[in-house]
């Protein structure tokens, strides 16, 4: 009998250091409002059943909620001025040695233009009309074609008309090459500038991209993959692996409540680390949406101060700032 006492007494013990360790009651982190990472700026939804990789979102278009195209200069002053923090946006390298800021491989769901857009020059995608293809009565009307021509921006032009302003920057292929081509790019901007940006996408680019600029916050699939499967054998104990520092992961929300420390005591350890952690949608196996909806802001941690990322920017700013009191 005194052996299994001092056995339970023993498990006791070491299940309170794990609590203590890891409850956010005794984190010092005073509550805040979310960091907002609007996903391509002010864009129209899409009805989302059954998609895939290969879906053309435009010829899906829900009733318009708002006069902005997603990837556009205008989309994003317009979520800036919501109150967006970061900014995602996708770009394709053109045959004359730019970068399109665009979200399709091809052009030919939203433009009037065919075939990849990476097979183009900047000045041919400039005379492209991107809000040719949108429609939310199956084809009977186009509401945003003649609106969008010339709209197309490079990454040059976004980076120049906000130069204060942060972004992630989504690599869309998963060649080394596009890698190495942007951190080429890249390295022409000041280290002040490159620190506003972070680079995500397929594992083999963004591996080219830290190998050729180390100074460059970076995230993959294989990344985020790495760091969660080693903060969950070590953040028991407070440590931060290697894997989860000086980068940015995206959590699907219905996963976070299961990372040690989560909210406050994971949130001050990434925030050591250097990390930038930003919320999803639940992941249920397929892909996980930003959280979009009032009643997802409205359920997430009391004084929450991590980020967010969400596709509809202008549905939840309201519930964020009923949150944070204005």
């Not at 009651?25 to 129209?44: D, E, I, N, T």
């Not at 596009?178 to 397929?202: I, M, W």
Request: include cysteine; proline fraction near 7%; hydrophobic fraction near 40%.
């Amino acid at each position: 009998m005194k052996r299994w006492t001092i056995a339970a007494l023993t498990l006791c013990a070491a299940a309170g250091a794990l609590w203590l360790g890891n409850t956010s009651l005794l984190s010092g982190r005073p509550p805040g409002k979310p960091m907002v990472l609007a996903h391509r700026g002010l864009a129209q939804d899409y009805d989302r059943a059954g998609l895939d990789a290969e879906t053309c979102t435009a010829a899906r278009m829900l009733p318009p909620r708002h006069a902005f195209l997603e990837n556009t200069i205008p989309s994003m002053e317009a979520a800036f001025a919501l109150g967006a923090d970061v900014l995602e946006l996708d770009v394709h390298p053109t045959t004359d040695g730019q970068f399109a800021v665009f979200h399709d491989w091809t052009l030919d769901c939203r433009t009037e233009g065919t075939g990849p857009t990476r097979d183009h020059d900047m000045a041919t995608l400039k005379t492209l009309d991107i809000g040719y293809g949108y429609t939310a009565d199956g084809g009977a009307t186009f509401p945003f074609r003649g609106k969008g021509v010339g709209m197309m921006p490079s990454l040059s032009e976004v980076l120049e008309r906000f130069p204060d302003r942060r972004f992630h920057v989504n690599v869309k292929s998963n060649d080394p090459a596009e890698g190495g081509k942007l951190a080429a790019f890249l390295g022409t901007l000041s280290p002040e500038s490159r620190a506003r940006l972070t680079v995500y996408g397929g594992d083999e680019p963004v591996d080219a991209v830290k190998q050729a600029l180390p100074d460059m916050r970076v995230f993959s699939r294989r990344s985020l993959k790495a760091c969660v499967l080693r903060y969950a054998a070590l953040g028991w104990s407070g440590t931060v692996p290697e894997a989860c520092r000086g980068t940015t992961l995206l959590i699907p929300v219905n996963v976070a409540p299961w990372l040690w420390g989560w909210p406050n005591r994971f949130l001050d350890r990434m925030d050591a680390a250097d990390t930038r952690v930003f919320l999803l949608g639940p992941y249920s196996g397929g892909f996980s949406q930003g959280l979009d909806a009032p009643t997802a802001i409205e359920t997430l941690p009391a004084g929450y101060s991590g980020g967010i990322s969400t596709d509809a920017l202008d549905i939840v700013t309201p519930a964020i700032k009923a949150r944070s009191g204005g």
